[in-house]
C-alpha cells in the first residue's frame, strides 16, 4: 500500500491560543525548527510529511482561510528573497516554501461540526486512496534517528498494507484528554497491536474496566498519538454516522467501525507529541525542538540564562 496524500485538520479558531488566534491563524505561528529556522507551525508539519513520503497535502480550513494561507507563504517567500538576499538559508528556505505551495490543496469547513466532520471535508481530494492524517496543532520530535515519526507510521502501514494508528503509552491520570485504545499485540512485531476496543476521553473507571492492555505498565494505557494512516473506507463509514452526537460528528465512533470491520492495526510510535493548543504547549513545543536539533546549544544557553535570572530574583 502506497500512501501518497496527507490531511490536516486546521479548521478550529485556537480559542485556547486567545488573543493571539484572533489575528493570526494558529497554524501560522512561528516556531523554531530542527534545522533551527523558524517557521509556521504548518509548515513544520507538512515538512514531517514531505520527508515522510507524501507527495500531496491537504489543508481542511475554515472558509476563507484558504486564500489566506497562500497569501501569508507567498509573502514570507518574497520577503526572504527581497531582505536576505545571497543568503544560503534564505535560499533554501523560500525554495521549501515554494515546494509546499505546489503540493498544497485545501477543503474547507464551513461550520465546526466536529472533527470527523472535518475529515470528511477532505473527501473530495483524497478520492479512493489511503492517506496520512495530522492534527493542526500537534509538533513531534522522533526518538528515532534519521526517522520522523510520520515515517514510522507509514512503514508499517505500508508493510501491512492496512489502517495504522500512533499510539504512545499515556499515564493513567492523563487518559481524559485523548482517544484511548486496547488490543492484543501482534507476535513478533514490537510494539504493533490490532486494535479491538477505542473510547474517546475515557473516565479511569471506565479505562480500568475496558481498556487495560497486557504487557503494558501499571498505570499506563494505549492514548492516540495524534497521526493516523486511514484507508478511504473511513469516508463512507462517516457518512454513515452523520447526525449523530449532537449534531457533531466524532472521528472515534467511525475508528471503532473500522476496527470491527477491517485490519486497523496501532503502532507505540518511538517520540514524543506536543499540543500547541495546551496551557504552555508551544513553549513546551519550542524547547523540544530546540534541545533535538541545530539549535541546541543555543536552546540550553538560553534556559540556563532564564533559570539563573529566575534564581537570582
Known amino acids: 500500500m502506497k500512501v501518497k496524500k496527507a490531511v490536516i485538520t486546521a479548521a478550529a479558531r485556537g480559542e485556547r491560543l486567545y488573543p493571539v488566534a484572533d489575528t493570526i491563524q494558529k497554524a501560522m505561528l512561528p516556531v523554531v525548527d530542527l534545522d533551527g529556522l523558524h517557521k509556521p507551525t504548518l509548515q513544520i508539519i507538512a515538512e514531517e510529511a514531505f520527508s515522510s513520503g507524501i507527495e500531496e497535502l491537504c489543508v481542511v480550513c475554515a472558509p476563507g482561510d484558504g486564500e489566506r494561507y497562500l497569501s501569508a507563504f507567498a509573502s514570507l517567500r518574497d520577503n526572504l528573497g527581497r531582505s536576505y538576499q545571497g543568503s544560503d538559508w534564505a535560499t533554501q528556505q523560500a525554495d521549501k516554501i515554494d515546494f509546499l505551495l505546489s503540493r498544497l490543496h485545501f477543503a474547507e469547513q464551513a461550520e465546526p461540526l466536529g472533527y470527523g466532520h472535518a475529515v470528511a471535508c ?9 492517506f496520512l492524517l495530522l492534527l493542526g496543532d500537534y509538533l ?3 526518538a528515532r534517528p534519521g526517522q520522523r515519526c510520520a515515517a514510522q507510521l507509514l512503514a508499517l502501514a505500508t508493510q501491512e498494507g492496512c489502517s495504522v494508528s500512533a499510539v504512545n503509552p499515556t499515564i493513567e491520570h492523563q487518559i481524559g484528554r485523548y482517544g484511548t485504545l486496547t488490543g492484543g499485540l501482534v507476535a513478533g512485531q514490537a510494539g504493533v497491536y490490532k486494535i479491538e476496543k477505542i473510547i474517546e476521553k475515557p473516565s479511569l473507571s471506565t479505562a480500568e474496566l475496558e481498556l487495560q492492555t497486557p504487557g503494558l505498565r501499571a498505570g499506563y494505557y494505549l492514548c492516540f498519538f495524534g497521526m493516523h494512516v486511514l484507508t478511504p473506507n473511513i469516508f463512507d463509514i462517516l457518512a454513515r454516522h452523520e447526525g449523530g452526537s449532537n449534531g457533531n460528528l ?11 470491520t477491517e485490519k486497523y492495526l496501532a503502532l507505540e510510535v518511538q517520540g514524543t507529541r506536543y499540543d500547541l493548543s495546551r496551557p504552555h504547549g508551544l513553549l513546551r513545543a519550542q524547547l523540544a525542538l530546540g ?15 532564564l ?3 529566575a534564581n537570582g530574583r
Open 291 to 305: 534541545l533535538a536539533g541545530e539549535a541546541r546549544t543555543a536552546t540550553l544557553s538560553t534556559m540556563v540564562e
Open 250 to 260: 466524532l472521528l472515534t465512533p467511525a475508528l471503532q467501525e473500522l476496527a470491527d
Open 122 to 130: 477532505a473527501r473530495d481530494f483524497v478520492q479512493d486512496e489511503p
Open 307 to 309: 533559570l539563573a535570572e
Open 140 to 142: 513531534y520530535v522522533s
